[in-house]
């Protein structure tokens, strides 16, 4: 059964960091690019980091970087988006997807987490 376990997630002050978590299993995780999406309601999921198989490149949205940091323990099959610096704005509930390109895209998706919901006050 493939899954892709979120965790992490919470509430926190500007400012202030988290890190996210997202556990992998079921699928040959190796083969495959990791991101992160985030969506708030009313508004589409939109991209914020990707990372290649063993964590060579990443690409990161233009309103997170410098902020977040995206990266992949291969052993553990799980992918960490470590955010500094949030900011009210970054408030979404946060998915991380397994996908066959190293793009910023939804179209080359195959698996989805379930997401967990980060929240920054002001």
């Known amino acids: 059964q493939v899954q892709l376990v979120e965790s992490g997630g919470g509430l926190v002050q500007t400012g202030g960091s988290l890190t996210l978590s997202c556990a992998a299993s079921?699928?040959?995780?190796?083969?495959?690019?990791m991101r992160w999406f985030r969506q708030t309601p009313g508004k589409e999921r939109e991209f914020v980091a990707v990372i290649s198989q063993g964590g060579r490149n990443t690409f990161y949205a233009d309103s997170v970087q410098g902020r977040f940091t995206i990266s992949v323990d291969a052993a553990k099959k799980t992918v960490y988006l470590q955010m500094n610096s949030l900011k009210p704005e970054d408030t979404a509930i946060y998915f991380c997807a397994a996908g066959v390109s190293f793009s910023d895209t939804q179209k080359t998706i195959v698996y989805w987490g379930q997401g967990t919901q980060v929240t920054v006050s002001s």
């Open positions: 079921g699928f040959a995780f190796s083969n495959y690019v």
